[in-house]
């Protein structure tokens, strides 16, 4: 409980970010194994979301794929990516991820985003993921064609 605490902005010091960035990685591994389930929750807190982008950065491809499936939910409409594209901290998370994540889930979360550009447009803070994702495209990024 502790834990959640301290990563979501308490008065301690947390120590992840510091783990996550210069641990060993048996050690970043078990901190976002703690992570997972709560990742998306996460990602709408302000400190919390940056040590959710620290585990993009600094975790193995198993634990950033760990990490994409959740936030890609488990339907079709994927309701935890949308939220996190919409939320002030949790768009910065899903830019990391599409910073960070490799080529074929680059792909799949570029699929899942191009479906509600239209509806992003419209908030404040999806317009800062239609700017990355129109961004990709534009520097050689995966061809995605905007409807």
């Known amino acids: ?6 990563a979501a902005g308490g008065m301690k010091k947390d120590l ?20 997972a389930g709560q990742i998306v929750k996460m990602s709408q807190q302000k400190f ?9 950065t600094f975790g193995g491809p198993e634990e950033c794929q760990l990490l994409v499936n959740e936030m890609l939910g488990s339907t079709d ?16 998370v899903v830019q ?14 570029l699929s899942r ?3 509600h550009l239209n509806t992003l447009k419209r908030y404040t803070y999806g317009k800062h ?18 409807d």
């Not at 783990?19 to 992570?35: C, M």
């Open 16 to 35: 992840r970010p510091h783990v996550l960035q210069h641990g060993k990685p048996h050690e970043r591994s078990a901190i976002i194994s703690k992570l």
């Open 129 to 146: 993921i239609v700017s990355r994702v129109e961004k990709l495209i534009t520097t050689g990024g995966e061809e995605i064609f905007i």
């Open 48 to 56: 919390a979301s940056n040590v959710v982008e620290k585990c993009l």
């Open 113 to 115: 985003i191009k479906v």
């Open 77 to 92: 409409e994927n309701e935890p990516l949308q939220a996190m594209m919409k939320d002030p901290f949790g768009n910065y």
């Open 96 to 109: 990391k991820v599409l910073e960070t994540c490799d080529d074929q889930s680059r792909e799949l979360i």
């Open 1 to 6: 409980m502790a834990s959640r605490t301290l």
